[in-house]
C-alpha cells in the first residue's frame, strides 16, 4: 500500500459525542493537539454522530495542506433524514437524532454515501474508503459493495479501499475474496487478545492487505494502568477471567517499569503487517497522554517476559514492525 498513515491515527468517534457530549470548540482543540503531536492520519464515518464527526473532523482540518495527511471514512450505511426528535441512542452518540441510518450496500449507495461525506467534510477526496461493519451482509459486500470499492480506487477517486469489523472472520473472507488494500480489526489484535493471528493475518500476508489496528484497549479495559471491574470490554461488562488477565498484564508492565495503556499501545504496532493504530480521542487531554505512552518505548524485556508467561504469543517479543 503507498498510502502513508501515521503510526498513531485519530479515531474520530469521540468528538461526535459517542457516549457523552462533546462541545465543537472542544472537538476542534482535540484535532488540533493531535495535529500537534505529529499525528496525520484521521478516521472517521458517517455514522460517528450522524455525521456530526465528518463534520467536526472538516472543519478541524480546514486550511491545512491537503497534501500533508490522509483520511479515511466508512460507506455501507446512508444517512436518511428522520423525524424523530431525542438523541442518537440507537447509535451511542450524545446527538440529536436528526437522521436513521439505512443499510445500503449497492453500488450507487456506496457512491452516494462517499460524495455525502465528501460534502460534510469539506474536502474534495477521502485517501482510504472502507466497508463499515460488514460481518452481516458479506455475500451483498461481495457482490456489489467490494466492486463499488474497487472502481472507486481504479478511477482514482480514492487511492485505497478497505474494510473495517471487529470480526475476524469476515475480515478474513473480505480480504480473501475482495481485494482489500487495507483491512481496520477492532479489538482483535491487542495486548489482551490476538484472534487475529489466526486468519486473518496471515490471509493479509498472502493479499499484501495491509493492516490497521483499533480498539487497541479494549474498549477500555487496558487504558488504564490499574485495570478496573468498572471497565468496558468490547462495549461490555468485563468477564472475571478477562478482568483476571489484564491485571496479570498490569502486573507484569509494573514489573518492567511500564504502564498496562503504554504497552497496550505499543504491542500492535511491533507486527510487520500493522501500519497505524487508530485511537478514539475526545479532548487535548487525551491526545497529549496517548501520544505520550506511544513515543515512550517499553523496556524490550518486557515483551520477551510477557512472551514467558504465555500472555502474548510465542515469537511476538522479537516481532519487526512495519517500516
Known amino acids: 500500500m503507498a498510502l502513508t498513515l501515521s503510526r498513531l491515527g485519530f479515531g474520530a468517534a469521540p468528538i461526535a459525542g459517542l457516549y457523552t457530549a462533546v462541545d465543537p470548540d472542544t472537538a476542534a482543540a482535540t484535532v488540533d493537539a493531535a495535529w500537534d ?3 496525520r492520519y484521521f478516521d472517521t464515518a458517517p455514522h460517528y454522530g450522524l455525521g456530526v464527526s465528518e463534520r467536526r473532523l472538516g472543519v478541524a482540518l480546514a486550511g491545512r495542506d491537503r497534501d500533508a495527511y490522509a483520511v479515511s471514512t466508512k460507506a455501507g450505511r446512508l444517512l436518511v433524514p428522520s423525524g424523530g426528535g431525542g438523541l442518537d441512542d440507537e ?3 450524545a446527538v440529536p437524532a436528526t437522521h436513521r441510518r439505512v443499510w445500503d450496500l449497492s453500488r450507487d449507495g456506496i457512491r452516494r454515501s462517499l460524495d455525502e461525506s465528501l460534502v460534510r467534510l469539506g474536502l474534495d477526496r477521502v485517501d482510504l474508503l ?3 461493519d460488514p460481518e452481516d451482509r458479506l455475500d451483498e459486500a461481495l457482490a456489489t459493495a467490494l466492486p463499488a470499492l474497487a472502481e472507486l480506487r481504479d478511477e482514482g477517486v480514492v487511492a485505497a479501499v478497505g474494510a473495517g469489523s471487529k470480526d475476524g472472520a469476515a475480515l478474513t473472507r473480505l480480504v480473501r475474496e475482495g481485494g482489500l488494500d487495507v483491512v481496520m480489526v477492532a479489538g482483535r489484535y491487542t ?4 484472534p487475529a493471528l489466526t486468519g486473518l493475518f496471515p ?6 492487505t495491509s493492516v490497521v489496528a483499533a480498539g487497541v484497549f479494549n474498549s477500555g479495559l487496558l487504558a488504564s494502568p490499574e485495570p478496573d471491574p468498572g471497565s468496558t470490554y468490547d462495549y461490555g461488562a468485563v468477564p472475571p477471567a478477562v478482568l483476571a488477565r489484564a491485571r496479570e498484564l498490569a502486573a507484569v508492565c509494573a514489573e518492567h517499569g511500564a504502564v498496562l495503556p503504554q504497552a497496550a499501545l505499543q ?5 510487520p503487517l500493522v501500519r497505524s493504530a487508530v485511537v478514539g480521542m475526545r479532548s487535548p487531554a487525551e491526545v497529549e497522554r496517548n501520544a505520550a ?4 518505548p517499553v523496556d524490550p524485556e518486557l515483551w520477551a517476559a510477557l512472551e514467558g508467561r504465555g500472555l502474548i504469543p510465542a515469537g511476538a517479543a522479537s516481532a519487526a514492525p512495519a517500516p
Open 37 to 39: 503531536a505529529g499525528v
Open 91 to 93: 447509535g451511542g452518540f
Open 130 to 132: 472502507y466497508l463499515h
Open 191 to 194: 495486548l489482551l487478545e490476538q
Open 203 to 208: 490471509a493479509c500476508a498472502a493479499a499484501g
Open 267 to 271: 504491542f500492535p504496532l511491533r507486527h
Open 293 to 296: 505512552l506511544l513515543g515512550d
